[in-house]
């Protein structure tokens, strides 16, 4: 009975950090989608939301690799989810921003935040693959 409450709480986890990466995906589709004429569409904006969600599913708390004293390895998957988790987060910070404050900063800032959120669930992606791959 406790092997199922357990599971059903993980599964009920990654299911929210997956809403929430959606959310992030819907304010950064929002606000470059609405700077960027030729990004103006649904099709933009779901991608967006799936983009964030697979990336915030899986790069959000991967498996974490055994300590090892003697090789000092450091955790690539870690590293890489943690910098994908800060670019994501801070791309749609800072879109939700623009988009509150009404505020209409030069072009080079929307494409700056485009770049962040897609190299932010890249990393997560790529973080959480790799955690997984070494079960």
């Given at each position: 009975?406790?092997?199922?409450?357990?599971?059903?709480?993980?599964?009920?986890?990654?299911?929210?950090?997956?809403?929430?990466?959606?959310?992030?995906?819907?304010?950064?589709?929002?606000?470059?989608?609405?700077?960027?004429?030729?990004?103006?569409?649904?099709?933009?904006?779901?991608?967006?939301?799936?983009?964030?969600?697979?990336?915030?599913?899986?790069?959000?708390?991967?498996?974490?690799?055994?300590?090892?004293?003697?090789?000092?390895?450091?955790?690539?998957?870690?590293f890489l989810s943690a910098?994908?988790?800060?670019?994501?987060?801070?791309?749609?910070?800072v879109s939700v921003a623009?988009?509150?404050?009404?505020?209409?900063?030069?072009?080079?800032?929307?494409?700056?935040?485009?770049?962040?959120?897609?190299?932010?669930?890249?990393?997560q992606i790529v973080a959480?693959?790799?955690?997984?791959?070494?079960?």
């Amino acid at each position: 009975m406790r092997f199922r409450v357990r599971n059903t709480a993980h599964v009920f986890e990654r299911v929210g950090l997956a809403m929430a990466g959606a959310a992030c995906g819907l304010f950064v589709g929002a606000y470059v989608g609405s700077a960027i004429p030729t990004l103006t569409t649904q099709g933009f904006l779901l991608l967006m939301m799936a983009l964030g969600a697979v990336g915030f599913y899986l790069g959000i708390d991967t498996p974490q690799m055994p300590f090892d004293d003697a090789h000092g390895d450091i955790d690539a998957a870690e590293f890489l989810s943690a910098a994908g988790t800060l670019c994501a987060t801070l791309t749609a910070l800072v879109s939700v921003a623009v988009i509150v404050l009404r505020l209409d900063p030069h072009m080079a800032w929307t494409w700056l935040v485009f770049a962040g959120w897609i190299a932010g669930v890249a990393m997560q992606i790529v973080a959480g693959a790799k955690a997984r791959m070494r079960k």
